[in-house]
């Protein structure tokens, strides 16, 4: 019980500092448009899944391949930030909840007309 309350208070930690990192200390258009809405983490803190969605869907691509250069860079800055042994390896994946339900809004809006 002890360890699943560490791993959440850790989780929302990450959430915040990476979303700190990505907005304030990486000078990318493509990465300060990102919105990180959960991370997953194993137990033993080592591995951290992090859902993403970005403002600019029509070049996830492009959003993809500048996280996955900058992917070294937030780990390190996010090292500093958290007091912990070792920080945990990071990977991103897009969370596309975000755009189901606008397009879910869009198709209920359609049938109210």
Known sequence: MKNSVKVERMQ???VREVTLIMQREIKDPLI????IHDVKLTSDL?????YYSS???????????????YRKEIRSKLA??????????????YDNALANANRINDILDKIKQ
């Open 32 to 35: 300060n448009q990102i919105i």
């Open 55 to 69: 403002l600019l869907e029509q070049r996830q691509e492009e959003v993809e391949s500048a996280l996955e250069s």
């Open 12 to 14: 929302s930690i990450i």
């Open 80 to 93: 500093k930030k958290l007091d912990i042994y070792k920080c945990p390896e990071l990977e991103f994946i």
């Open 46 to 50: 080592g591995y951290a899944k992090i």
